[in-house]
């Protein structure tokens, strides 16, 4: 069974990537660089899916 501790962890981890991605779009559009924006919409759904699947769970594990 995964530790509590790791799935904290990775929670904090995917947050971090979503600002991350968030601060590559708005230079993407500051740029005028559609390709970067498009792309990184893309990469948002996907971390989408992680939040669901690893920080809710988390969540759910410190209530």
Do not use: Y
């Not at 990184?40 to 996907?46: D, T």
């Amino acid at each position: 069974m995964i530790e509590k501790t790791k799935i904290r962890e990775m929670a904090d981890l995917i947050a971090s990537i979503k600002r991350e991605a968030e601060t590559l779009k708005e230079l993407g559009c500051a740029c005028d660089i559609k390709c970067v924006e498009m792309n990184v919409v893309r990469m948002c759904a996907m971390i989408k899916m992680l939040e669901l699947n690893i920080t809710d769970v988390a969540d759910i594990l410190e209530a």
